[in-house]
DNA sequence: ACCGCCATCCCTGAAAATAGGGATTTGTAA
DNA sequence: TTACAAATCCCTATTTTCAGGGATGGCGGT
């Protein structure tokens, strides 16, 4: 009997899901979080074999969460799971400690072969997500990859500018110098390799780092 | 026995759903559909007495596709769904038709609810959505409602500004002056009720216009 | 003790966007 | 046919952003 925790801030996807295992052989539902930090706290109290974990949560992300587990207990499987077939969710997981990864877009066939494979230790990718990483791997992207994890200063600049503040507006709200935001919007543009302002929220929002 | 199609993007939603109405009493899931259009032509041939409609979806959005089905099928009950609690969505789905709302973070009894109240004839509005309504009313909001439909020119335009093209680019892109892009721009930040580009991409994806 | 990252600050010139006016044509629905 | 929305084009002045340098102090890890 595999124990399986399901961790997604959208209540009727928790809902639909348990649903849909609860019928499967093999699988139980054994707990639910709305976030990252809720999944870790009920990892530490309850026996649990796999965490279905999404990428995108308040709180506490599924990457930080699934280094987090990953760290204190070795024989934790984790499932990736997002909606956004961005390469960078799914290679942060990864790299994070995930054994697999799938998209919302996907049928419970894949869900379930995906289960059971990285309960017997495996690794398991759909192939739509497969692709995304070959082609990701296959272009120059990896070689010239950047540290994107952004600072907790360049996250309150990025909302700022994401809510229409200006670079003078937002210097006022931080109370720091407008040379300062430049240089944070600089710093901006260079991670999230965007040309300019728009690409930038374009970016943020493709990568889950706002909303 | 209530015959209720699904239409969301996400197969997995879409799985998790039927598995979770399955097991309810006098619901029935007759099809599913991935997008507005499978919907309505769904609805042409199936007997259908009720449709979980998804906002953001492809092809045909949740709005359009409620106001087709609501001119052929008086009968027709819809059941409004999304995940941000953007008051747009919810007003653009109930003037279209919708009979219901509900967020995707409520849980399943209040879908149950949300079903069996809608198909009695009678509306129905999650707590959460009715708060977002009434605020929304009380605010100035309403008042100065603009028409927010995008054309056609316009929506390829802002898609053009996301990914970081400038006005001239976008000119030489849609082979038309600068003049006319400066034009549509204004516009844009208008109907979206934007001060900047910034605030542009970031209210366009709030309101599922773009991605 | 040193290195790297973070946060802070400063400068200039060029490019782009915005505010604020105009204006014409075309199609279409009332 | 008339009215309206959509799409096109034009102008000036101002504000904002971007590219390109540069610099300093703090703090955590090796």
């Not at 139980?28 to 870790?40: D, F, L, M, P, W």
């Not at 074999?49 to 506490?60: A, K, S």
């Not at 990285?118 to 692709?131: H, I, R, W």
């Amino acid at each position: 009997m595999i124990n399986v925790l399901i961790a997604d801030d959208h209540q009727m996807f928790i809902d639909g899901m348990k649903a849909l295992l609860q019928d499967l052989p093999g699988i139980k539902v054994v707990g639910e979080a709305s976030n990252g930090k809720e999944a870790v706290v009920h990892c530490k109290d309850h026996s649990v074999d796999l965490v279905i974990m999404d990428v995108n949560m308040p709180e506490m992300d599924g990457v930080e969460a699934t280094k987090e587990l990953c760290k204190t207990n070795k024989n934790l499987k984790i499932l990736g799971l997002s909606m956004h077939r961005d390469r960078h969710f799914i290679s942060d997981m990864l790299k994070s400690g995930a054994s697999g990864y799938i998209l919302k877009n996907t049928g419970k066939k894949e869900l379930l072969d995906a289960i059971q494979t990285l309960y017997k230790g495996e690794t398991y990718v759909s192939e739509e997500v497969n692709k995304i990483l070959l082609t990701s791997f296959l272009k120059d992207s990896a070689k010239y990859e950047v540290n994107e994890k952004l600072s907790g200063r360049e996250t309150e600049v990025l909302e700022s500018i994401a809510i229409g503040l200006t670079t003078l507006e937002i210097g006022e709200k931080l109370f720091i110098s407008k040379n300062t935001v430049e240089t944070h919007r600089k710093n901006l543009l260079y991670k999230l390799k965007a040309k300019n302002t728009a690409e930038l929220v374009n970016n943020a929002y493709k990568r889950g780092l706002i909303n």
